[in-house]
């Protein structure tokens, strides 16, 4: 193992190769050589600075425990790509926890609608017909919904969250618009 004086005269790779074989201080040049840069990177995933620090950490946490480490030519870049399919991974996790836990549901009483259409009884008759069409969708499209519209996430973070691509996550937006459309004509 190289001396920590040697290590900060090393390149990337050499580091990386130093990290390899057990070498903590390598490690610790690499992190604070790419911090800012790994931070400023991750917000552009998600503002949320704590969620961006704790990915970083995990990262080179997991770095140094995976003792099948392979040789890696573009250091920098092989940090981004992995920080990045980490925030994502977290993102993609809250998410679906936050649909699992608040199973997406437009409860809206009558009342209410009578209070937002109060003479315009076409309006709430329609607003009614959409209501019990979107209580008979399964949670899948209520999620897909509720994602794009709610949320207003783009297709390819559907797709991330879905563990589907984005054609298809647009192709099932379309799908439960269609179905929408055709149960409200028939009711």
């Not at 040697?6 to 490690?27: C, F, M, P, T, V």
């Not at 995933?45 to 140094?64: G, N, R």
Request: hydrophobic share 40%; charged share 25%; glycine share 2%.
């Amino acid at each position: 193992m190289a001396t920590k004086d040697s290590l900060y005269q090393q390149n990337d790779a050499s580091l990386w190769n130093e990290i390899r074989i057990g070498n903590k201080q390598a490690l610790g040049i690499l992190y604070g050589r790419y911090f800012d840069s790994l931070f400023s990177y991750g917000l552009m995933y998600t503002k949320k600075t704590e969620t961006v620090e704790d990915c970083i950490q995990d990262l080179f946490i997991s770095i140094f425990e995976n003792k099948s480490i392979k040789p890696v030519c573009y250091v920098q870049a092989y940090l981004l790509r992995s920080l990045r399919n980490r925030i994502l991974a977290d993102i993609n996790n809250n998410i679906t926890e936050e649909l699992k836990e608040q199973a997406f549901d437009l409860a809206i009483e009558e009342d209410v609608l009578q209070h937002i259409f109060p003479h315009d009884d076409e309006s709430l008759y329609l607003s009614k017909k959409i209501m019990n069409a979107f209580h008979s969708l399964n949670e899948n499209q209520k999620n897909i919904l509720y994602l794009r519209y709610v949320k207003e996430l783009s297709y390819n973070e559907i797709a991330e969250i879905l563990d589907i691509n984005p054609q298809s996550a647009q192709n099932t937006l379309s799908r439960t618009l269609i179905k929408l459309r055709d149960i409200v004509k028939k009711i």
